[in-house]
């Protein structure tokens, strides 16, 4: 696919510290993190979906028969049209930007390997000026990652849907009424990086350093 072993290796490691999993956080055990959905591989084969045919942009539904349907609807992504095709080559070829040039500067800000740094510099990295901008791009990434369907590359054995008990593309058969119901306490961890990216305290460490957020930041 598109990622060197380093580059995922980098990811693989950012990853874990916006969604940890039980390897990355004891509190976590019991609970999958990014890593045991191989967030990774979703992320990468977003990155490389023009070397599918079809590119792997729309999968197809409405539903799969993972919940025993006669007919798996998403086995088969849908062809773009030539308009599409061409929006959606020109977004691919910027996120490869933004993740070429961002795993880069994780390296940087780390001294050499951002993989190899210790958790607490990991998370200072993340949360630096010139990298909130890609932190939050991976972020984004990484949700959808965790929780999307599987054809995409992430949820790997569906341990995202499991975790919050979410069952899945079952239609049509419907929801029950707890289904539908916002669910007890909240289920986001706001401690460490991505508290601050919740909280907004990403932009008060910018204005402390009057630096300015991106990963081409001081260009």
């Known amino acids: 696919l598109y990622l060197s072993a380093h580059q995922a290796a980098v990811l693989d490691a950012a990853t874990r510290r916006l969604v940890p999993g039980p390897e990355d956080d004891s509190a976590e055990l019991g609970s999958p ?34 919940a025993g349907g006669s007919e798996d609807f998403m086995a088969d992504f849908v062809p773009l049209d030539r308009a599409q095709n061409y929006a959606w080559q020109q977004r691919i070829a910027d996120l490869r930007t933004q993740y070429t040039n961002g795993i ?17 510099q990991q998370d200072g990295i993340l949360i630096t000026g010139q990298a909130v901008s890609f932190t939050q791009l991976l972020f984004g990434h990484t949700i959808e990652g965790m929780y999307s369907v599987p054809e995409y590359g992430g949820n790997a054995n569906l341990v995202g849907w499991r975790d919050i008990k979410w069952p899945g ?4 058969r ?20 991505v508290g601050l990216l919740v909280r907004g305290g990403w ?17």
């Open 33 to 66: 993190g990014a890593h045991e959905a191989n967030v990774v591989r979703y992320i990468d084969v977003m990155l490389a979906a023009f070397s599918f045919s079809p590119p792997k942009v729309h999968a197809g539904g409405p539903w799969s028969n993972r």
């Open 104 to 120: 880069a500067l994780l390296d940087q800000l780390a001294g050499g390997d951002f993989s190899t740094a210790s958790k607490s």
């Open 169 to 172: 593309d079952v239609q049509p």
């Open 174 to 193: 419907g929801y029950t009424n707890a289904e539908v119901e916002g669910p007890a306490g909240d289920l986001l961890d706001t401690s460490g990086v």
């Open 203 to 219: 932009a008060q460490a910018i204005g402390k350093m009057g630096g300015k957020a991106g990963v081409n930041a001081g260009r």
